[in-house]
């Protein structure tokens, strides 16, 4: 066989093997959205279908003899060509597969979905010994996995590759214990900064429909393109890029607490203008698809919280949200509200905390994720050690495990190796900020002005076109010239929080 | 092979084909009612891919096999149970898949595709001869269709057996002539009777939230399960019976007609609760799926038109349509409603012509696609058969194409054979009504109490419940002992008609 017909029957077949996977991805935007309730049970058998048919077609021999016909041939001479990114990335995902054993990944399906029922029972009951034994298995099935998988150092970083390519957790650790060194004592003296803002200006009334249209303008104007996208409503939200023309992002509204949707819709915004802006030729194979997770939240947080919380978008965006909210920020001053949107305060939910204190929430479950794969750690007694991790980090007693170890879905869901993504979001969105600024004078002017097209611009060159040509760390090294170093986002945040706390 | 165990693999597959096409049910929804505009492209090649692939699986070889290993066996003995009923509406749709060349089912589709943008030109442009070419290639490629499945007497009857299993264009024939000499004469009364509506009445402003709430009431009274179902809206209303637990139907509203909405939600609502009601264990097999398309719009037509244009059903509704349009209906007598809502009138487009001339549209198309099937009749001589046609039916000239034969989408998809199931449903639903009215004595005071539910359960089990047990004509028979006759709906027509244009 001829090196470039097996390249175009491997990408043709892959391609399809995506495309199917797109229509579970409908089928799964509708399911939160607009789903009948009484349609769940048929639409499991529907999603399992596609599940399993797009797996065959992923993992089918035929594609491992492709592979081998094509690799180590001019057709993938250039390692930075859609050819040789495509082959490389095909096979890694191709070999995770094929090392799995079938009745792991069927048991850890079927573990996992009984597991998330377990799990919102316990927590509405704050019942860890409930969730315990499921807690075992799930760990007890990924240390497996694990295994299968393979791995130099850690057995972590063979569950860390599904999510974040060529990371270990030998690496990550180095850069979370220096960020952590040096983010803990500027908390600390947040802490005991005589400054406080005004947080009950966000919790005026806020009525959801003049909410929805300003949401709407604000992430039209950040560049999410509503002609080939959609904004709905649910309760968690999220970015599903179905794709080419089709990315649909959700928000919640709350009448009384503007954050919610504001930050939220800006989150899933910048989830979604990564999609929106990926390379469609390539749509359905690696040169087309997002570089990891890491780099999707870094584009997520650089919107919400670099662009979303900073002084010259609101020097734009105030006075609009003054004149649609007037009942409530008539009287309100800018500095006023500026400090509300970025008050720092250790709290015990993760999902609810702020720039600042919001990594040490993902270092903790980081430690603890490493130790349940050691083995170091029993999930039994997973319970203790947060709560007295957490003391250590944030100076607080944990009053339940519903407020403590039983806060997320993760693990129940199998998604052990899932949380540093989101740290290393917030790194990288800072330190690809740092150089946007540096690369694109009078940045800051464009915002002011509610101008946002060269960032974005700067973003679809530097990221999002190039599909997964780099591995999250080259791609860093490529944009900034520098290793990913928690070094930006110190420095965002010392210069922030100096400003608004004067610490 | 044992019987038993191939019946077994068969259901297997054919179910799973029928699950895969399900999933092309939500994409096909979405697509008409949130899909974001620039994701069409993307939407044809998903839709595209289900679509080749649930019918590789309804036609792949095995299928052939399995029946061929449980058809005259023990397995299949009682020809009502399932398992008959399966095998033998399984062998009918797989032997005239395999009978179609792929070469033409494909060229069918490519012309279709392209002749529906070229059909929506040219009536917009009120131009023929512009579509005149697409018409030759459908009834070219529609007439080898016809001779590759096969047929007894008439080319018309291959096509008519993909809508109405085991009707033929002699039967059709005969009973539309019969109705046809009956209807014209009643028609052309009404035409000479002194006695008109006020049609102003339903034009006057109908608020559209006000509407949905009124138009969901209604829906959810005659028996739609909204928990097992949605109403989005749509241009063109339809209705999408998506699997177990899923189905959904669209209608539109207009602020300044009351009729376009509310019946068309009752009309799509009369489809939900066939397609609700469905033996859910029995999905995705003929025995789980409904009996033919002129039995599905009986349903819709039932609701809409025997039970939601009827007096008993308004003196329960009409107060409340008052109570919620106070303006619009407050000085409205109930009978001048009644009447607005009844008006006979003959009219040049189909899809707005009242429940007695909609009966003359479908006969002229349906003499006019035989005709074209048998060679006597060619394309380019449509218009002028057309207006020919519709001068001697309704007394009028019909002024342009788009007005006359340009009016329909049906044969630029090339659906030749599905126009006479609208007046096989009129003519259905009149001979179910009067038989539920002899089985369910007091029916008439249910409707006026708003109580819906005894009908509800009298069509599941006499209809829904069945699926395709038996054929139309059997299932007619069986119901109301007799053969199908337009002696009901003329009676119906009569009696409604001589009442308010007292004729």
């Given at each position: ?11 043709t ?5 995506s ?11 509708d ?24 797996h ?22 250039d390692?930075?060509?859609?050819h ?6 095909i ?21 996992t979905?009984?597991?998330?029922g ?29 295994q ?52 009950e ?7 959801v429909?003049k ?13 999410f393109?509503?002609d ?8 968690h939200?999220?970015?599903?890029g ?12 709350n009448?009384?607490f503007?954050?919610e ?8 915004a ?12 390539h ?5 087309g ?18 662009v ?21 920020l ?8 500026y ?6 305060k250790?709290?015990?939910i ?20 490493q130790?349940?794969?050691t083995g170091?750690l029993s999930?039994?007694d ?11 980090s ?28 989101y740290?290393?979001?917030?790194l990288?969105?800072?330190?690809f ?7 694109l004078h ?15 611009t ?11 040509t ?19 986002l ?14």
């Amino acid at each position: 066989m001829i090196p470039a017909q097996a390249y175009t029957e491997l990408i043709t077949r892959v391609k399809e093997a995506s495309l199917l996977g797109s229509c579970a991805g409908v089928l799964g935007w509708d399911e939160r959205t607009y789903m009948p309730k009484n349609a769940s049970e048929f639409r499991g058998e529907q999603m399992g279908l596609l599940a399993r048919m797009s797996h065959e077609m992923f993992t089918s021999p035929r594609i491992g003899e492709l592979l081998a016909h094509v690799e180590g041939t001019p057709v993938v001479i250039d390692p930075e060509s859609a050819h040789a990114v495509n082959v490389r990335e095909i096979r890694r995902g191709y070999n995770r597969q094929i090392k799995l054993p079938k009745e792991l990944v069927e048991e850890l399906a079927r573990v996992t979905i009984r597991a998330q029922g377990a799990w919102q029972e316990a927590r509405a009951k704050n019942d860890f010994p409930a969730f315990q034994p499921w807690l075992e298995k799930i760990v007890a099935l990924k240390r497996e996995e694990s295994q299968a998988v393979g791995y130099e150092k850690h057995p972590y970083d063979a569950l860390l590759d599904e999510y974040e390519p060529g990371a270990s957790a030998e690496q990550i650790s180095r850069v979370f214990a220096e960020f952590r060194r040096d983010l803990v004592p500027l908390i600390a003296a947040i802490a005991q900064s005589s400054r406080k803002p005004n947080s009950e200006i966000l919790h005026r009334e806020y009525d959801v429909e003049k909410q929805k249209a300003f949401v709407r303008e604000a992430a039209s104007a950040i560049g999410f393109d509503f002609d080939g996208g959609r904004l709905d409503i649910t309760t968690h939200p999220f970015c599903s890029g179905i794709g080419p023309g089709d990315c649909r992002i959700t928000t919640r509204f709350n009448p009384k607490f503007f954050n919610e949707s504001f930050f939220g819709t800006l989150h899933e915004a910048g989830h979604g203008i990564y999609e929106q802006n990926l390379n469609a030729s390539h749509y359905g194979t690696p040169a087309g698809s997002a570089c990891s997770l890491g780099i999707h939240e870094s584009q997520s947080r650089l919107w919400e919280n670099q662009v979303g919380r900073g002084r010259p978008f609101w020097q734009h965006f105030f006075p609009k949200a003054q004149a649609v909210f007037p009942e409530s920020l008539k009287d309100t001053s800018f500095d006023d509200w500026y400090f509300a949107i970025n008050e720092v305060k250790p709290s015990f939910i993760r999902v609810e905390a702020d720039e600042a204190t919001y990594n040490l929430h993902i270092i903790l479950r980081f430690e603890l994720e490493q130790a349940l794969l050691t083995g170091d750690l029993s999930p039994g007694d997973v319970p203790g050690a947060w709560d007295e991790k957490f003391e250590q980090s944030f100076g607080l007693k944990v009053p339940d495990a519903a407020q403590g170890c039983l806060q997320d879905i993760h693990w129940s869901m199998g998604g052990i190796g899932y949380f540093p993504t989101y740290t290393l979001g917030n790194l990288y969105a800072a330190q690809f900020m740092e150089q946007a600024k540096s690369d694109l004078h009078g940045l800051e002017d464009d915002f002011r002005h509610g101008e946002f097209g060269r960032l974005k611009t700067w973003l679809n060159e530097k990221i999002h076109l190039l599909g997964q040509t780099y591995r999250p760390e080259v791609l860093c090294q490529r944009i900034t010239g520098k290793p990913l170093t928690h070094q930006p986002l110190m420095a965002y945040l010392r210069a922030k929080y100096g400003e608004v706390y004067a610490v």
